[in-house]
């Protein structure tokens, strides 16, 4: 009987173990909302999260969310801190050389959020602030674009610092990720009397092929395993219900 108590214990030990190395660990800011953020009740939500879920549900796996701020994301992944980043990276050549991506699973072009009727063009903002997100291409393409022709970029470590400072005066332009200016920003109260200025920005040297999951370089196997569960949701309709969760256009790009 004992040998039998054993085996049985073992065994289970074995089942857990198994289970646990099929947990997934995310990692993630959540401070871009509507992709993500912290809920009333302290729970990650927001299309990034429910990304996750739907993924995770695709490669019958168990999932868990591990907040982290946005400029320590590869650094923590490199770190063994979580096994993928979700959280709306765009793939770059510069990313690429320190994490391996799938291919996207959305593809939105950023935008400047300014005073409705304001012309754009590379000098508009000389002497004058533009407020990003720290680390985000959104930083880098300001820095060469409006940077080098005497505009001031203003960094910031969440993106909703910036709509406060843009509404209070303290800069006098956003450029953020299209979605997130509209359902974050012009869809509020503070948006009024501000609009998308200036055209679409979509330069693949600076924003990528849109946004995909990174993991650490050389995990081919997780990269496949994503890339398939990507198409997966796209077919099933899985993708389709959780993009109509916040979004009203497709976000998946052409």
């Given at each position: ?6 085996f049985?214990?073992l065994a ?12 997934l660990?995310?990692g993630?800011?959540?401070n871009?909302p ?23 549900a695709?490669?019958k796996?168990?999932c ?7 400029d320590?994301?590869i650094?923590?992944l490199n ?13 770059t ?7 391996d991506?799938t ?6 072009p950023?935008?400047v ?10 000098n508009?903002?000389?002497g ?11 930083e880098?393409?300001a820095?060469?674009y ?5 505009a ?6 969440k993106?909703p610092e910036s ?7 303290r ?6 990720d ?28 600076y ?7 990174a993991?650490?370089k ?6 496949d395993?994503l890339n398939?569960?990507?198409?997966q ?15 009203s256009?497709?976000?998946y790009?052409?």
């Amino acid at each position: 009987m004992k040998k039998v108590l054993v085996f049985t214990t073992l065994a289970a030990l074995a089942a857990g173990a198994t289970a646990q190395a099929e947990t997934l660990r995310f990692g993630i800011d959540l401070n871009y909302p509507p992709f993500s953020k912290q809920g009333a009740d302290g729970k990650p939500q927001g299309f990034d999260v429910d990304m996750i879920h739907a993924l995770c549900a695709a490669m019958k796996t168990s999932c868990q969310v591990v907040p982290q701020d946005w400029d320590g994301l590869i650094p923590a992944l490199n770190a063994n801190k979580f096994d993928a980043i979700l959280s709306s990276m765009q793939i770059t050549p510069e990313r690429q050389k320190a994490v391996d991506f799938t291919r996207k699973y959305y593809n939105i072009p950023s935008r400047v959020i300014g005073k409705a009727g304001t012309q754009v063009d590379q000098n508009t903002f000389k002497g004058k602030k533009i407020g990003v997100l720290r680390a985000s291409t959104q930083e880098k393409f300001a820095r060469d674009y409006w940077g080098k022709n005497g505009a001031r970029i203003v960094a910031y470590s969440k993106s909703p610092e910036s709509f406060l400072d843009l509404k209070a005066g303290r800069v006098d332009a956003v450029f953020v990720d299209g979605a997130v200016g509209d359902t974050e920003f012009l869809k509020t109260p503070n948006g009024k009397g501000y609009a998308f200025i200036g055209p679409n920005y979509s330069d693949a040297k600076y924003f990528g092929l849109g946004a995909g999951i990174a993991v650490k370089k050389g995990n081919k196997a997780l990269v496949d395993r994503l890339n398939q569960a990507i198409d997966q949701i796209r077919k099933d309709g899985s993708y389709k219900k959780v993009q109509d969760k916040y979004f009203s256009f497709d976000v998946y790009g052409g």
